[in-house]
């Protein structure tokens, strides 16, 4: 498993920025890591590392390129629980970032459901919930399949940061081969749920993970909030059992990871020590 870091390193800097950044620590693939479509007037500008799903993806593999950088995968982040709207982010962005994935042979494009924000999402109940996130994803399932690209759900909401709710979603789906999962040990952790026990269950749909670890400042919110961004401590400094992680993956056919924490260069090296214990590399 080659480790790979998160396109978000400096605030209020561009993709190229990063791509700089991200190399001269030593790292040789990257997450595209944001992603909207049309324009966006902060990534024109320089101030935000964001892709457009309506560019021309080979500017944007060339781009990784000339860094000598790989492309590991290309985040598709939804809001998939609030009802449809042209704005909110969903089934079409995540269908634009297959169809960006396979353009430029990337295997892997993660989404999840994120926390519903409106009144409505709320008062759903657990199955519902699913049964919605499902419908969202039935259409780019079956296009992932036709593109060859596996669409990843991420841990990273009420439902999909638990064992039982991935379970859902993916017998409503009918478990196609063009999903799988990509394991955020902080978020699935925070939600509530034991990372190690998702590894062991979902071991062969896992694909891709994020890596991050947090600390005690976490407790008071662990069960109540959905998705950290980050982490800004190094990976075994925490709380979350990523030693059991690594243990029961370190064997599974996962080509890409991706660190998600911030911080000085030595919580970085820090966090890569950690995992290079355990076989995976740069």
Known sequence: MQIGVFLLIKPFSGIEDQLRIAKSMGFNCADITDTNSGGSMLGTAGFSPTISLD??????????GKYNMKISTICAHANLLDPTKPSRYS???IMKAIKFAAAIN????ITTENEPHTEWAKKLTFEQK????????FEPVKFANDYGVRLLIENHGPVTDK????????DILDNPESLGINLD???????GSDPVEIAKVFKNKIYHVHW????TDWLPFRGIKYGAGFS????????????????ILKDKDIEYSTLEIVGDKEIFEKSINFLASFGFIL
């Open 91 to 93: 089934t079409p962005e």
């Open 232 to 247: 800004n401590i190094a990976i075994g400094d925490g709380l979350i059992d990523i030693k059991g992680v690594c243990e």
């Open 106 to 109: 990337v295997t892997d494009v």
């Open 55 to 64: 560019d021309n993806p080979f500017d944007i593999k060339r781009l990784f």
């Open 163 to 170: 064992i039982e709710g991935l379970k859902l979603i993916f």
């Open 185 to 191: 040990t902080g978020n699935s952790w925070l939600g």
């Open 212 to 215: 991050k670890d947090l600390g």
């Open 130 to 137: 699913a049964f919605v996130i499902a419908e969202k994803l």
